[in-house]
């Protein structure tokens, strides 16, 4: 049996930076671009980009009603605790989205608002960290017991900044006081680039979780580890 296939939305953004970074850490990508992509995916990557582009493509290329359908899926606990089968089971689809793609994820939005799929409870501000200018690479850690890298760092371009983080969301690292790498079960969210940082840690672990649930692995079974 190959390895397991990771869909990565490419209606806009830099999705072949995510399918470089996924080929290098040995995952199978496939581009979606129509709603039929979805189909027999092990796990999905939200990139980079422009939030409120992607939404319009979303909508234009008939894709935001079935990912909002899988991403609902993928969130709904008791399609988890119902037996449904191991192996890529919609219910448990792992998701990273990155930079717009945790945008796309949050549930509220701000500076200014916008729509989203709100599967994370989370409150974003578009744009947090200043314009491009601010953009650059800084230093991140870990929360204690989260085996993210000593040298760990992030790059933020435009980034969006996490201003609330419900009780049910784990950070995972952190850039100064503000959290920027969470997640929730099996949906991953960063505020930078983890397909631009050198050593892929955030992919890798990415690859672990969806390698583990087409397996049959079931949730809750992975620790904190991001390494």
């Avoid at 470089?20 to 027999?40: I, K, N, T, Y």
């Avoid at 990557?45 to 939404?55: A, R």
């Avoid at 017991?145 to 040298?151: L, S």
């Avoid at 969470?182 to 969210?189: F, K, P």
Wanted: a negative charge; hydrophobic letters at 45%; one cysteine or more.
């Amino acid at each position: 049996m190959g390895e397991p296939l990771v869909g990565v939305l490419a209606v806009q953004g830099d999705f072949a930076e995510h399918q470089a970074a996924l080929h290098r850490v040995g995952l199978e990508s496939r581009q979606v671009r129509r709603p039929e992509h979805l189909v027999g995916i092990a796990g999905l990557v939200l990139p980079g980009g422009e939030s409120t582009t992607m939404l319009r493509l979303l909508e234009l290329q008939g894709l935001r009603a079935p990912i909002a359908a899988l991403l609902e899926r993928t969130q709904d606990d008791r399609a988890a605790a119902s037996g449904a089968a191991p192996g890529g089971s919609v219910a448990e689809l792992p998701v990273l989205g990155t930079c717009a793609g945790l945008i796309l994820l949050a549930r509220e939005v701000v500076d200014p608002q916008q729509d989203s799929f709100g599967v994370l409870d989370l409150v974003v501000a578009r744009n947090g960290y200043g314009r491009q200018i601010a953009s650059g690479t800084f230093p991140l850690r870990a929360t204690p017991g989260c085996e993210v890298p000593a040298d760990a760092t992030g790059v933020f371009i435009r980034a969006p900044r996490i201003l609330e983080v419900g009780p049910a969301v784990e950070v995972l690292a952190w850039r100064g006081d503000d959290p920027v790498l969470v997640r929730h079960r099996n949906v991953w969210a960063s505020c930078f680039h983890p397909e631009l940082e050198v050593s892929h840690f955030v992919t890798r672990r990415f690859a672990a979780l969806v390698r583990d649930r087409a397996a049959g692995v079931p949730p809750g079974a992975e620790h904190c580890a991001v390494g």
